[in-house]
């Protein structure tokens, strides 16, 4: 029988949901984590998989015990209000443990894993209620579960103690520094930085198992159905509070997900320029206004796993011929990229192809002087316009771990391309944000404009009208599969399916207009995702993606019999 199209809500219709087992998480599922019958279900052996990936790597290494500090609650400043608390990543990644002040160690060579609880004391049942036991906990995260007053005397036992020393690529921060050890271990390894438990611990978090990835599709299909739904009300006069609250909303009601992954960026007008709007100082304040752009980057976050999503869009349902370039521009970057996705591929040359495709647009539209694209890119005029990269890893952080470490390629000193988090080459079971741009930054077209070697490549009036434009950027997640790659995302994208949707059309759609994004489309049952088929179109020889009327005559499209697994009838299921 075939599929039914995925609908905007992420309920399983009640008529067609099995008696669930759970009300909600830890309450005798079978599953590790769930949030509702109508939510993703964990499974059971996750984060036991985790360990095992970590322990592969860990081969040769030398024997002991390796302690992982959990993350601790924090309070506001100088008060006694308590922030919501959430897992540091390398702890989640392999234990999955959900409250503060717990420590993890794993024994090398033979893998034991045992964790460390806080004693809490008798008062904390009453303003936060029961206390479980060691065995109830145990019980819980599937390993053997001792106090945290035991682990100076459990470390003793073996010869050498080891945390993971390292700086994150990103925030240069040290993990050992962050998180350190709560008891003095006299037998700890006082060795390099990065050692080689840092590395192995790293690289086993950008290789993501099978369970990892349908996880992270779970938080991208929830947050690309809370795109969808927000593309319909980004109106004029809306604030774009609004808009970033309609997403929090989505994303909690209808796929459990409690926090999202970062801050939203709810960017309108010229803001849309600025790469992280949405901070205290700029909080997604301002007014939405006919002709301006929105660009918002929003993405939910379930198990601690992170969805990173943009969608661009123009206020009043109708792009302009200008924004409408630079538009397509960031598309064909898109697709670009797209096509030289997987494993061997090097993701400075992906970046590189971005680019590329984005100078072109600015060539049509006379900013870039006609025929100059190939020695404008040389000299790095395309970090004026996309200054930062093109994308990163993405797991249990947004921009996830394992971007520089020892053993592969460093930075580059070259504008655009050192902002890359990664440059490395792409493997199977790797996750990335595939996220080009098009951003028109005065302080960058101001030195531009100032430096003869770029400057000869622009022409200065032209590019003096885009001042307030904003800027375009389209965000994707995309798995690295054995022979290219699946994309996570399914989001409206061309041009045609953004304004249909703005205009109230169906989401997801009938028709897959862009087949070559390979958007996994999907529906949720019973606890997870199951691939459904939505047909793809061919086009008249010669036409390109996009540059049909939405909504036009039967004849103007013609549907692709390869990819049809059924009649397409007109609720929207295939039957």
């Not at 009300?233 to 604030?239: C, D, I, R, V």
């Not at 970062?262 to 992280?276: D, E, F, K, Q, R």
């Not at 990229?337 to 600015?362: I, N, Q, R, Y």
């Not at 389209?474 to 699946?486: K, S």
Request: aromatic share 8%.
């Amino acid at each position: 029988m075939a599929s039914v199209i995925a609908s905007l809500d992420c309920r399983t219709p009640d008529s067609a949901r099995s008696a669930p087992s759970t009300p909600g998480a830890f309450a005798g599922d079978p599953c590790f984590f769930s949030r509702g019958a109508h939510t993703f279900r964990v499974p059971s052996d996750l984060h036991k998989e985790n360990r095992r990936g970590a322990l592969e790597r860990l081969k040769g290494h030398a024997a002991g015990v390796v302690v992982l500090v959990g993350g601790v609650a924090r309070t506001r400043n100088d008060t006694d209000h308590e922030e919501l608390f959430r897992q540091e990543s390398y702890f989640q990644h392999l234990f999955g443990v959900k409250e503060p002040g717990w420590v993890g160690v794993l024994e090398l060579p033979s893998g034991t894993a045992t964790l460390f609880a806080p004693e809490l004391p008798r008062a904390y049942s009453v303003w936060m209620g029961k206390i479980a036991t060691r065995s109830e906990l145990s019980n819980r995260y599937g390993v053997k579960v001792k106090w945290l007053s035991e682990l100076g005397d459990h470390c003793a036992k073996f010869t050498q103690a080891f945390v993971p020393r390292g700086r994150n690529s990103d925030s240069g921060a040290r993990l050992d520094e962050a998180l350190p050890l709560p008891v003095a271990l006299p037998n700890l390894v006082q060795d390099t930085c990065p050692n080689a438990c840092f590395v192995a611990l790293a690289e086993s978090r950008v290789i993501k198992s099978e369970n990892e990835r349908k996880l992270l599709r779970y938080a991208s299909w929830v947050s690309s159905n809370a795109h969808a739904a927000v593309m319909r009300e980004a109106t004029s006069g809306t604030m774009e509070y609004e808009l970033e609250a309609r997403f929090l909303y989505h994303c909690s009601s209808q796929g459990g997900c409690r926090t999202c992954a970062y801050t939203s960026i709810c960017a309108c007008g010229p803001n849309s320029a600025v790469l992280h709007y949405g901070h205290a100082g700029a909080p997604n304040d301002r007014r939405l206004e006919t002709g301006d752009l929105a660009l918002l980057d929003m993405g939910a976050e379930y198990h601690c796993y992170c969805s990173d999503l943009t969608c661009t869009m123009p206020v009043g349902g109708r792009f302009t011929s200008a924004q409408r370039v630079v538009y397509e521009g960031v598309l064909q970057a898109q697709r670009a990229v797209f096509a030289l996705l997987k494993p061997g591929t090097s993701w400075t040359d992906c970046h590189l192809a971005a680019e590329g495709e984005v100078l072109k647009s600015l060539e049509v539209l006379g900013v870039v002087k006609k025929g100059c694209v190939t020695e404008a890119q040389r000299a790095c005029v395309g970090g004026v316009f996309l200054p930062c990269g093109l994308g990163h890893f993405i797991g249990l952080d947004t921009h996830d771990v394992g971007g520089y470490l020892p053993i592969h390629p460093a930075r580059s000193d070259r504008p655009g391309l050192n902002k890359l988090r990664t440059a490395r080459t792409l493997k199977e079971g790797m996750v990335l944000t595939v996220e080009p741009g098009c951003y028109f930054i005065d302080a960058l077209m101001d030195d531009a404009l100032k430096d003869p070697l770029l400057a000869k490549y622009l022409n200065a009036d032209r590019l003096r009208t885009f001042r307030g434009f904003g800027g375009v950027r389209l965000e994707d997640v995309v798995c690295i599969t054995a022979h290219g790659f699946e994309n996570y995302s399914t989001c409206p994208r061309t041009v045609n399916e953004v304004q249909a949707v703005m205009a109230g059309g169906t989401w997801p759609p009938p028709v897959d207009e862009a087949p070559e994004l390979q958007r996994r489309w999907a529906r949720f049952n019973d606890g997870a995702l199951e691939d459904v088929s939505v047909p793809g179109l061919v086009l008249p020889k010669g036409q390109r993606n996009g540059s049909f009327s939405p909504g036009g005559s039967p004849g103007s499209v013609r549907r692709g019999s390869g990819s049809l697994i059924g009649r397409l009838s007109g609720s929207g299921s295939f039957s």
